[in-house]
């Protein structure tokens, strides 16, 4: 569908002067050009441009002289970007994870103003926006805690500036939008807009228009709302039941641009026109889907099966180990029950049923193999024990009994009972979430990845501190295994040599227990971690191995090599090759350990998408 080269995972969207669009491209590391017309798009910038390349270019805003920036959360740096060549240069770094980005005048200066959602950023160590002088040497200004310092931000990731250089943050957790007040003064916080009684809520992408109007991209209601920022009321413009044409999967940025408005969709990785009047969509510009929209969580089930959690195409998808053939085992049409929102992590049960995470409805379900049916676990409705909006799940190897599960919003390592649902904080450092805080140690950012081992160590991976940790399962004590961390009193802890982690997501422990294999989306890389030195070398990447090069990496597991007359994984004590999920290209990938060879198992051009009746579960 129309022309020109592949969006692969679209979020931030503005548009130039003349009104062409430009998208920041996540995996591929490009700004792309879309034409309001024709839908034709064109590389803008890409690795071929000079300056530093992009890694996760998440947001995207363009200067009324034309000079176009990006918000990279990979990099965590502001990149200028040429619009005449293409090339690039670094105007602030330093932050800990650069999601939004908005242009704008405040106290008479040209500034950019990010939101910092990584908690340890160039801001002094708080969460919330950052401003950047751009008129001047690009200096970074940290903005004033405030006035009423009882309002936090939760998980900010989307802003705004307002003609009298006030401030709008729109926040991931709980859909909140804070206004700050005279920035570089008084930095006064109010909540001028929260998500109705029992909706989540989850403002990924923000544009105002006019002097009081917000439009927000929802991203867990996948709906496209105007927020009156004097009144606080929300008017819902587009989503699957209002409006025609093809429905959100995974909704990132927005821009207005005559009388329609425009959102990257990186679950159907396209621009989404709509008219602003009647909330109808329409792809503007994209290309035809095949394989998974947007995979994360991956795991062998013991039927030899790769059971993978589909993000963005709100599913469950098994993988044949052999063929890299595709079967939808569970989604909106296969299977009843509760709808995925985002499943995120898999585990498999002690029954062989299959526990998925949903991040976007906190709650974990159960799947059945066979039939695809769904129930709820553990979430909001079932179950005693802080809400959970788990990202990495596993099951207990030292009791079956449970689950354990990271948790952004909580900061906290949790189990969970998979008979009765109830949860409970195994670990966290948290003082203000509801709880007491569990063992010690230094406190979680952004936990995500989770493995154990058979004596019962949780190993986590914190993409906020940027590290391996270790959590002891009777105490809940926590230490860190390997990484560089700087601690909120400015002081830093190294543990071990090698390259340093960037985005740790998904970990698994290797056969032995004596090392962890971490799957890097900053490095582009799967880690080797030894437990006892904290010692970390790259096992494939982009210097070691051949093959297609990782984007995104986010999982990683052992694989075993299946047994075609069984049916079933054949037990190996020592198993010489890894799978690992990218949702930068979109694939399952297998691994030779040794070498570092990559080949993609399944993903758009390997393997086949079969029937849903064909199950190989």
Do not use: C, W
Request: net charge negative.
């Amino acid at each position: 569908m129309t022309s020109g080269p592949a969006l692969t995972n679209p979020r931030g969207i503005a548009h130039e002067t003349d009104g062409t669009l430009v998208v920041a491209d996540f995996s591929t590391g490009s700004v792309f050009r879309v034409n309001r017309e024709t839908g034709e798009r064109s590389i803008l910038s890409d690795e071929a441009n000079d300056g530093p390349k992009l890694h996760g270019p998440a947001a995207i805003t363009v200067l009324d002289d034309g000079r176009i920036y990006v918000a990279d959360t990979d990099l965590n740096e502001v990149i200028k970007i040429d619009p005449r060549t293409g090339h690039r240069v670094s105007v602030a770094s330093g932050f800990s994870a650069a999601f939004g980005l908005a242009a704008g005048n405040i106290g008479g200066r040209q500034v950019l103003v990010v939101s910092d959602t990584g908690g340890a950023g160039v801001a002094g160590g708080a969460v919330g926006p950052v401003i950047v002088d751009i008129e001047g040497a690009n200096e970074v200004v940290a903005i004033g805690s405030g006035a009423n310092e009882k309002i936090a931000y939760t998980d900010p990731r989307s802003v705004a500036i307002d003609e009298n250089g006030d401030i709008f943050i729109g926040e991931m957790a709980g859909g909140r939008v804070i206004k700050v007040t005279d920035p570089l003064g008084a930095a006064l916080r109010e909540v001028v807009s929260a998500s109705p009684a029992g909706a989540a809520g989850q403002l990924i992408g923000m544009k105002l228009i006019g002097s009081n109007t917000l439009l927000a991209v929802d991203f867990s209601a996948k709906a496209i709302v105007k927020i009156d920022v004097e009144t606080g009321q929300r008017h819902l413009l587009s989503d699957g039941a209002s409006g025609t044409g093809i429905d959100f999967l995974s909704p990132g940025g927005v821009e207005a641009a005559g009388d329609h408005i425009y959102v990257t969709d990186f679950g159907v990785k396209a621009v989404i026109e709509i008219d602003a009047t009647s909330g109808d969509r329409r792809k503007l510009s994209g290309s035809a889907v095949s394989g998974f929209f947007n995979l994360r969580g991956l795991m062998q089930l013991s039927t030899g099966a790769i059971a993978v959690a589909d993000f963005g195409g709100e599913r469950m998808v098994s993988v044949s180990g052999m063929t890299g053939d595709r079967t939808v085992v569970s989604n909106s049409v296969v299977g009843q029950g509760p709808h995925f929102g985002a499943p995120v992590s898999i585990a498999e049960l002690p029954d062989r049923s299959i526990a998925i995470s949903d991040f976007a409805h906190e709650m974990i379900y159960v799947v059945d193999g066979s039939s695809g049916n769904r129930k709820e676990l553990s979430g909001s409705t079932v179950g005693t024990g802080p809400t959970i909006g788990a990202r990495g799940l596993i099951l207990d190897p030292a009791d079956t009994s449970r689950l354990v599960a990271s948790t952004f919003g909580l900061r906290a390592i949790m189990a969970v009972d998979i008979e009765t649902g109830e949860r409970r904080v195994l670990s966290s450092a948290s003082t203000d979430l509801g709880f007491d805080p569990v063992g010690d140690g230094i406190g979680f950012r952004q936990p995500l990845g989770v493995s154990i081992a058979t004596e019962g160590t949780i190993y986590v991976s914190d993409i906020g501190l940027d590290a391996i940790l270790s959590v002891d399962p009777d105490t809940g004590n926590r230490k860190i295994i390997s990484g560089h961390v700087v601690r909120d009193d400015d002081d830093s802890i190294e543990i071990g040599e090698g390259p340093l982690f960037g985005q740790p997501f998904g970990l698994t422990l290797e056969d032995g227990a004596k090392s962890i294999l971490v799957a890097d989306a900053a490095l582009h890389a799967v880690i080797r971690v030894d437990l006892e030195t904290g010692n970390r070398e790259i096992v494939s990447g982009p210097d070691k191995g051949t093959g297609p090069k990782f984007a995104n990496p986010f999982a990683v597991r052992l694989f075993a090599s299946v047994d075609p007359e069984g049916g079933g994984a054949k037990a190996q004590d020592n198993r010489s090759e890894i799978i690992v999920s990218d949702y930068g290209i979109n694939a399952v990938v297998k691994v030779d350990l040794a070498s570092g060879d990559r080949i993609i198992l399944s993903g758009v051009e390997i393997g086949a998408d079969l029937p849903a009746a064909i199950s190989v579960i």
